[in-house]
């Protein structure tokens, strides 16, 4: 059985922890591929809300096998605090796998990430201050650490001591900052070796012996499209590949695996940090969209910024990514308007765009084109099939489909497990 990759088609915060849910009960495996604990994905379950940052949301689904890739780096303070909260509330995480070729963010990635984001003052790019991007710098660097470096501790001083070369001069020299020593970093990190060595695998094997015997394998993005740090808004992202491309490289699988590429997208368009965004609202309507839709970001609790569904995002995703199928989600939050705005394309100084600008600079002055569709007031939350919504509701998703040029295989029309309309299967 080939695998299956969910990609944010957006920048973000799409809902792809539910659709990895609501997979999850025909899926053998489910896959962290990239990111760390900088992203969240909240999931709903039985009314009980699950707020999840490292672990893959296949967590939930018994008898369903949750993988941390090698692509995604870990705070393992954070990971096992995340695993204790949610055994707490009866969750069984003992079936977790987790790479030993993932990199583990220190307490100098955290300390780096927050003092340097503050160094940059006005042109901040909106980190979330927990090491992320300083780890991967480390790992492309070749100075980062391993979790399997855990397991030698003559291995684990070398490396923190060659990488403290480096970041003590700029903790000190430049950010006025005190050093930190290798045996602080030694002695905190050394007695995760022995609570995670249980978990520690080589999940590249097992992932690829998984798929052989004919296991379905779902790959789980964190962030979005437009995060990502070739494809995204650059500087104004993410220091990752959360697109499909990424699923492979960061989950030790080929690309001839992959049979099927998700892109989830809300009925409109969110973000957090800095950057572009052209659709985003400063008035009512964003507060609407905001309140309506809980948009409070799950791992920082920052409130995202809102703007209307964007076609030309859509469309650049299905590119990037080669999606096969969209996930609207939150199509619920537009329930109660008159007309619902949706971007076709860009004006740019006097020209039209249909596509994605190519410059920085072109994207930062674009401005949306829109057309107006016909709003609903009918509540959808009951909805289970097309037939149950409005003629309105249709036709937003039947628009929505054609302006991407994606088939919408899933629409969301609430948080709940099941408040789901299942177009066309996923698997």
Known sequence: ????????????????????????????????????????????????????????????????????????????????????????????????????????????????DKVGERFLGRNQIGTTGRGIGPAYADKVARVGIRVQDLFDEKILRQKVEGALEQKNHLLVKVYNRRAITVDEVVEAYLPYAETLRPYVVDTSLVLNAALDRGAVVLLEGSQGTLLDVDHGTYPFVTSSNPTAGGACAGAGIGPTRISRVVGICKAYTTRVGAGPFPTELHDDWGEFLRKTGGEVGVTTGRLRRCGWFDAVIARYAGRVN?????????????????????????????????????????????????????????????????????????????????????????????PGRDQTIAVRPLL
């Open 322 to 414: 080669g999606l096969t199928d969209l996930f609207l989600t939150k199509l619920d939050v537009l329930t109660g308007m008159d007309k619902v705005p949706v971007c076709v394309a860009y004006d740019v100084d006097g020209v039209r765009h249909d596509e994605m600008p190519m410059t920085q600079t072109d994207f930062f002055h674009a401005r949306p084109v829109y057309e107006y569709l016909d709003g609903w007031w009918e509540d959808i939350c009951g909805a289970r099939s097309l037939d149950d919504l409005p003629p309105a509701a249709r036709r937003y998703v039947a628009a929505v489909e054609q302006l991407a040029g994606t088939p919408v295989s899933a629409v969301g029309v609430g």
């Open 1 to 112: 059985m080939p695998a299956i990759v969910l990609v944010g088609a957006q920048w973000g915060d799409e809902g792809k922890g539910k659709a990895t849910d609501l997979l999850g009960g025909a899926v053998d495996y489910v896959v962290r591929y990239q990111g760390g604990n900088n992203a969240g994905h909240t999931v709903v379950v039985d009314e009980q809300t699950y707020a999840l940052h490292l672990l893959p949301s296949g967590v939930l689904t018994p008898g369903c096998i949750p993988v941390i890739g090698n692509g995604v780096v870990v705070d393992p303070g954070v990971l096992l605090a995340e695993m204790r909260g949610l055994a707490d509330r009866g969750v069984d995480t003992s079936r977790l796998l987790l790479s030993g070729g993932a990199h583990l963010i220190t307490p100098y990635h955290t300390t780096v």
